[in-house]
C-alpha cells in the first residue's frame, strides 16, 4: 500500500493525491497538520517537506514527482 504524509494547504499533496486517485491507485493519506505524531519520524527519516510518499517497496520520496508515480499506475 502507499503511502502519502501531507499536511494542509499543500498544493504538491494535492496534486500527489489527484494523480494517485485518477490513476486508482490506492492509498492511505496521514495529514501531519491533524496527526503531528508523524513529524518526528518523518524528519528522523531526513524528510523536511510533504508531501512524503512511501512506496510498497520501501523506496520514499518527497515532493510531487510524477516520474516515480507513473510507475504505481495501471
Given at each position: 500500500?502507499?503511502?502519502?504524509?501531507?499536511?494542509?494547504?499543500?498544493?504538491?499533496?494535492?496534486?500527489?493525491?489527484?494523480?494517485?486517485?485518477q490513476h486508482n491507485v490506492n492509498f492511505i493519506e496521514h495529514n501531519i497538520?491533524?496527526?503531528?505524531?508523524?513529524?518526528?519520524?518523518?524528519?528522523?527519516?531526513?524528510?523536511?517537506?510533504?508531501?512524503?510518499?512511501?512506496?510498497?517497496?520501501?523506496?520514499?520520496?518527497?515532493?510531487?514527482?510524477?516520474?516515480?508515480?507513473?510507475?504505481?499506475?495501471?
Amino acid at each position: 500500500m502507499v503511502t502519502v504524509f501531507s499536511k494542509n494547504n499543500c498544493v504538491q499533496c494535492k496534486m500527489t493525491k489527484r494523480f494517485l486517485e485518477q490513476h486508482n491507485v490506492n492509498f492511505i493519506e496521514h495529514n501531519i497538520d491533524e496527526q503531528p505524531e508523524y513529524i518526528n519520524s518523518l524528519k528522523a527519516e531526513g524528510f523536511k517537506a510533504t508531501p512524503v510518499v512511501k512506496l510498497p517497496d520501501g523506496v520514499a520520496f518527497t515532493g510531487f514527482r510524477p516520474d516515480m508515480l507513473k510507475k504505481l499506475a495501471f
